[in-house]
């Protein structure tokens, strides 16, 4: 089993930045895909992007060209940079595991808040 940890959320203002990070251990050698998701109040969890063990990316498509993911092999750490941020993007973000087995492992989920 992948244990996953999120940190580097926190409140900022419109228009800026964080880095979000998501650090794996456990049974992580079997890992084809991390992806981050996101979940606002009163909303459902939806898809933020994900990166594959080969390096392949994928975004939702509203996300595309503000949110950039990237891996650190030797650190065993997934990265979700967030640029041109707004209030919309409030919300728990959470790092995901996918195993060959299409098994998912979960993050405890990290906060971001977005203020105006």
């Known amino acids: 089993q992948v244990q996953l940890v999120e940190s580097g959320g926190g409140l900022v203002q419109a228009g800026g930045s964080l880095r979000l990070s998501c650090a794996a251990s456990?049974?992580?050698?079997?890992?084809?895909?991390m992806g981050w998701y996101r979940q606002a109040p009163g909303k459902q969890r939806e898809l933020v992007g994900g990166?594959?063990?080969?390096?392949?990316?994928n975004y939702a498509d509203s996300l595309k060209g503000r949110f950039t993911i990237s891996r650190d092999n030797a650190k065993n750490t997934v990265y979700l940079q967030m640029n041109s941020l707004k209030t919309e993007d409030t919300a728990v973000y959470y790092c995901?595991?996918?195993?060959?087995?299409?098994?998912?492992?979960w993050g405890q989920g990290t906060q971001v808040t977005v203020s105006s």
């Open positions: 990166i594959t063990s080969g390096g392949s990316t």
């Open positions: 456990g049974s992580r050698f079997n890992i084809i895909r």
């Open positions: 995901s595991a996918t195993n060959y087995n299409s098994a998912v492992s």
